[in-house]
C-alpha cells in the first residue's frame, strides 16, 4: 500500500512540473486556438539548455531562466513563420519541432547528459530543508511554488490591455485589427509567452529526472492537450481565468495519476504514448458523436 | 476629409479569373456627409470599403483620410481613423469575451495598449450608461459573454463600439442585411442616433434603396467599379425609388447591348 501512495505521490509531483508545459499549450491551443507543435521541440530544448549549463557549472536555478529564454526564442521563429511567410499553423511548429532536435543534439553534444551528483534546485532545497526526506515532497513543494508564481504572473498578463487583444486575437481576428490591433504581433507574443513556458517546465522536469535526453520532448504537444482536456472535463469552465489555469494544471497531475494507475494494472510503458493518443483521440471525439446521436427528432 | 483619386482593385491579375472589382474611381467625401452607397452584387461596394479599411491594397491610386495618406498603411494602423461595422454580425465582436471586455478593447482603438489593467473600474460605469442608449438591456448583463447575444443585439454593441471613439469615418458594410426586418430597422434607428449624435461622417452600403434614400444626404450609385451616379442634397431628397430602378433598369439594358 505505502509502494502505491508513494508512487501516487511522485506521480503527482511530476504532474505539476509538467503541469507548466500544459500552461503553455494551454495558452496556444485555447487563448489562441493555434495548435502549436514547437513544444516537443522546445520542451527537450529546455531540458537539454538547463542540463548542459548545469554541468558547466551553472547555479541551476539561473539555468531555468535561461532554458525559459531559449524557449521564448523559439516559439518566436514559429511565430515569425506563421505571421511573416504565411506558413500554416501546424507546419509552422512542425518545422520549428524538426529544426530544434538537431539544435537540441548541437546543444547537448550527445544524445543524453546524466546530472548525477550534480547540484539541481531540487537537491539545492534537499540541503535546504534536511527535515524532508522524501524527493517526491520536495519535487512537489518546488512544483507548486513555481506554479503558482506563475499563475499570478499569467493571470496578471492576460487581464492587461496586451493580454485582453491577445485573448481576442484567438477568438476574432477580424475584429482585432478593425479596433487597431496588430494580430501577427500578438500571435509571436502568445507564442513566445507559451514555449518559455514549455522549455522551463523542460527544465525543470530534467533537473528532477536526473537527466536531460534528446527524445524527452516527444509528444509533448499530446500531453499536454490530454491534460487541458482532463482539466476542463473535470474542473469544468467556470469561474475566473486563474481557475482556470489551476485546472490545467489539475489536469496534468490526474493525467499522471491515470498513467501511474494503468502502468500499475500491467499497461507496458511502451503503449503509454498510444495510450495517450487514444485518450485526446476520444476526447476530442465524444463531443462530436454525443451530438449525432442527441440531435432532436423532427417529427412531420 | 476623405478623398479617393484613380483607384484601381484588380483581383487575379494575369489569370482567367482576372476581376476589375475598381477601375479609376474617385471620390470625395465631406467632413459629416452621411453617404449611402446602392450597387448591384459585385459593382465594388465592399471592395470600395474594404479598401479604405486596408484589407486590401490597391494596384493603383490613392487614399486620403483626415489629411493622412492611407493608401500603404497596414489595416491595423489606419483602425485608428476608422470605425467599422461588418456584415456579419460574428465579425464585429469576441463572441468568447464578456461585453465589457469588447468595450474596453473597442475603446483603446488607435491607442498604444501596454501593461495597465485592461478595464479600469471608471469605465465600467461608463460604458454601462452608453449600453443603456441601446436600449436593448444589454446594461444589466455587462458580465455576459458576447456569443449569447442575438445578432441584432450583437450588431448594435459593434455599432457602439465602432463610435465608443469618435472615428474619423465610419464604415458600415450591409450591417442590417443579415437581420430579419424588424431588427434591421431597430439597428438602421441606432445607426442614425449615433451618426447623428456624434455628426459622423458616413458610408453606408445597402440593398436596400429605400434605406438609401432614407438615411444620409448623399447617394452613390456603384456599377462595374465605377461610381455612376452621385447625388447629394436637395437633389438626393426628391430621389424616389422608382428613379432608382430606372437607373438599374438602363444598366441591364446596357449591359445586354454589349453582350
Same mark, same amino acid.
Given at each position: 500500500?505505502?509502494a ?14 509538467? &503541469?507548466?508545459?500544459?500552461? &503553455? ?64 499553423? $501546424? ?6 519541432? $524538426? ?54 504572473v ?31 504581433t ?5 507564442l513566445? $509567452? ?29 500531453? &499536454? ?7 476542463? !472535463? ?13 485546472? !490545467? ?8 495519476? $491515470? ?42 | ?26 471620390l ?11 450597387g448591384?452584387?459585385g ?5 470600395? %470599403? ?8 490597391p ?6 483620410l ?6 500603404k ?50 469605465e ?8 443603456k ?19 441584432g ?55 436596400n434603396?429605400?434605406?438609401? %434614400? ?13 461610381i ?15 428613379d432608382?430602378l430606372?437607373?438599374?433598369d ?10
Amino acid at each position: 500500500m505505502n509502494a502505491v501512495l508513494l508512487s501516487m505521490q511522485s506521480a503527482v509531483s511530476q504532474g505539476i512540473l509538467w &503541469g507548466i508545459m500544459t500552461l &503553455g499549450v494551454y495558452i496556444t491551443y485555447k487563448i489562441l486556438d493555434y495548435a502549436d507543435l514547437t513544444v516537443d521541440g522546445s520542451f527537450a530544448l529546455g531540458g537539454a539548455v538547463s542540463a548542459v549549463l548545469i554541468i558547466n557549472g551553472w547555479n541551476p536555478f539561473l539555468s531555468l531562466w535561461i532554458a525559459l529564454l531559449t524557449g521564448m526564442l523559439a516559439g518566436m521563429v514559429t511565430g515569425i513563420l506563421h505571421t511573416m511567410f504565411k506558413i500554416p499553423a $501546424i507546419l509552422s511548429g512542425i518545422l520549428s519541432m $524538426i529544426a530544434l532536435y538537431s539544435i537540441n543534439l548541437t546543444i547537448m553534444g550527445k544524445a543524453n547528459i546524466a546530472l548525477l551528483g550534480m547540484d539541481t534546485i531540487f537537491t539545492d532545497a534537499q540541503k535546504l530543508l534536511p527535515m524532508i526526506e522524501n524527493k517526491a515532497t520536495i519535487s512537489l513543494i518546488i512544483g507548486i511554488l513555481f506554479v503558482v508564481v506563475i499563475i499570478a504572473v499569467l493571470y496578471w498578463f492576460f487581464g492587461t490591455e496586451i493580454g485582453e487583444i491577445i485573448r481576442a486575437t484567438g477568438n476574432n481576428e477580424y475584429m482585432v485589427r478593425a479596433l487597431g490591433g496588430n494580430t501577427d504581433t500578438m500571435k509571436i507574443l502568445g507564442l513566445l $509567452i507559451s514555449n518559455g513556458l514549455v522549455a522551463l517546465s523542460g527544465g525543470l522536469v530534467a533537473q528532477s529526472q536526473g537527466y536531460a535526453d534528446v527524445g524527452m520532448g516527444t509528444g509533448t504537444i499530446v500531453i &499536454g492537450l490530454a491534460s487541458v482536456i482532463i482539466g476542463e !472535463v473535470i474542473f469544468g469552465k467556470r469561474f475566473n481565468f486563474a481557475y482556470k489555469l489551476f485546472s !490545467v494544471v489539475a489536469g496534468s497531475a490526474i493525467y499522471r495519476i $491515470i498513467i501511474a494507475v494503468v502502468l500499475q494494472l500491467g499497461l507496458k510503458s511502451s503503449n503509454l504514448k498510444l495510450f495517450t493518443a487514444i485518450i485526446v483521440a476520444a476526447a476530442l471525439a465524444i463531443p462530436v458523436v454525443k451530438e449525432k446521436f442527441t440531435k432532436p427528432k423532427v417529427t412531420i | 476629409m476623405l478623398y479617393i483619386e484613380n483607384l484601381y482593385k484588380i483581383f487575379n491579375i494575369g489569370t482567367i479569373n482576372e476581376k476589375r472589382a475598381l477601375v479609376d474611381l474617385n471620390l470625395h467625401i465631406n467632413k459629416g456627409d452621411f453617404v449611402t452607397v446602392i450597387g448591384g452584387n459585385g459593382a465594388g461596394k465592399s471592395t470600395l %470599403l474594404n479598401m479604405i479599411a486596408g484589407v486590401y491594397t490597391p494596384e493603383k491610386g490613392r487614399i486620403t483620410l483626415a489629411g493622412q495618406d492611407i493608401t500603404k498603411m497596414p489595416e491595423y494602423k489606419r483602425a485608428a481613423l476608422l470605425g467599422r461595422v461588418f456584415q456579419d454580425p460574428m465579425r464585429g465582436t469576441a463572441a468568447d469575451m464578456e461585453i465589457i471586455e469588447n468595450l474596453a478593447i473597442a475603446a483603446r482603438r488607435g491607442k498604444k495598449r501596454g501593461l495597465k489593467w485592461g478595464i479600469r473600474k471608471d469605465e465600467v460605469e461608463k460604458y454601462t450608461e452608453y449600453l443603456k442608449m441601446l436600449d436593448l438591456g444589454l446594461e444589466n448583463r455587462i458580465h455576459s459573454k458576447v456569443g449569447l447575444l442575438s445578432g441584432g443585439q450583437r450588431q448594435a454593441l459593434t455599432l457602439l463600439m465602432a463610435t465608443l471613439q469618435k472615428p474619423e469615418l465610419l464604415l458600415l458594410d450591409e450591417h442590417t442585411a443579415a437581420l430579419d426586418p424588424k431588427t434591421a430597422s431597430k439597428v438602421l434607428s441606432i445607426t442614425e442616433e449615433l451618426v447623428t449624435k456624434e455628426n459622423l461622417t458616413t458610408i453606408m452600403i445597402t440593398h436596400n434603396m429605400k434605406d438609401a %434614400l432614407r438615411f444620409g444626404n448623399r447617394l452613390i450609385m456603384m456599377h462595374e467599379g465605377r461610381i455612376i451616379f452621385d447625388v447629394s442634397g436637395e437633389e438626393k431628397k426628391n430621389l424616389k425609388v422608382t428613379d432608382l430602378l430606372e437607373k438599374f433598369d438602363d444598366l441591364s439594358d446596357r449591359m445586354l447591348l454589349a453582350k
